[in-house]
């Protein structure tokens, strides 16, 4: 049965989360998923193996970068 | 244990991951939930001898698809039961089932991205006709435990949250009642493999163990 082996179209998203709520949010990995529902779902079943007390996700393309290591910030 | 054969057979590296995962929580579903029934003192306790389960997992999966319409119509169903359990009056029940609606709601997200990736018409519609038999007939035990409170949604409920979770409409498939087995909640003979039963029951591990004493 046809079905296309890697999603055609695809976003990448960053995962954050955290252990304790008086600790920051981390950046702990990243998914690559066609929709939100599967990236949830991965990000989920990929970084599940701390006891979280939040998780979130965040498409990178979402991201506004100000600037970034070795550049300057004016 | 059928989700785990795909870890390294899915479509992407995130898709294998899942499936394990997705494996993990359903055998630990399963161990919660005879744990309940040993609390719940059930007339003969659970008979590893008599292991049902619905048709579809009979034998491996040989089509991703197969596994979209399993993780997409079965998984759901039985979610949708859970949820009519920790809803009912039974407190045991109540209290240890809801984590599981929590885990199984990834598990939604999954199939329902799958589905609309797979084109897997063909596997939905078997899955949603052995979804329906194991609900049961109308008027049967599902109706019963309804009506007693132990059971938040009767037949025609579970149906209907199914087709909305599911998102599709399809035909109602002519169930032939007659021939529905009530303990094994089907309409065909037949059962999952030996091979599979023994690793579900741990024999399979058993080989490995030293010699104790």
């Known amino acids: ?74 | 244990m059928r989700d785990a054969e795909w870890c390294i057979a899915a479509p992407s590296l995130e898709a294998d991951i899942a499936a394990a995962a997705m494996g993990l929580d359903d055998i630990g579903h399963s161990r919660v939930l005879y744990g309940s029934l040993r609390e719940l003192g059930t007339a003969d306790g659970p008979d590893e001898g008599a292991y049902s389960n619905v048709p579809y997992l009979d034998r491996s999966w040989t089509d991703w698809t197969q596994f979209v319409a399993a993780n997409a119509v079965l998984d759901s169903a039985f979610s949708i039961m859970i949820e009519a359990l920790v809803n009912g009056n039974v407190e045991v029940l109540r209290s240890r089932l809801k984590k599981m609606l929590q885990e199984e709601r990834y598990h939604y997200l999954h199939g329902r991205s799958w589905m609309r990736e797979a084109k897997a018409a063909g596997a939905i519609e078997q899955a949603w006709r052995e979804a329906l038999e194991w609900f049961g007939p109308e008027g049967a035990d599902v109706d019963g435990f309804k009506r007693e409170g132990k059971l938040a949604y009767s037949v025609v409920d579970l149906r209907r949250m199914l087709q909305e979770r599911v998102g599709e409409r399809f035909p109602d498939p002519a169930i032939d009642w007659t021939r529905w087995d009530g303990a094994r909640r089907r309409t065909v003979p037949g059962g999952i493999d030996r091979a599979t039963l023994d690793m579900l029951q741990g024999l399979a591990e058993k080989r490995y163990m030293p010699a104790s004493g």
């Open chain 1, 1 to 74: 049965m046809a079905y296309s082996r890697v999603h055609a179209n695809v976003r990448e998203y960053d995962v954050f989360a955290r252990k304790a709520r008086v600790e920051p949010l981390r950046q702990v990995g990243s998914v690559v998923a066609p929709d939100d529902d599967l990236a949830m779902a991965y990000a989920r079943a990929t970084y599940d193996e701390e006891r979280w007390v939040e998780m979130m996700i965040v498409p990178r393309d979402a991201v506004i970068r100000l600037w970034g290591p070795g550049e300057s910030e004016t």
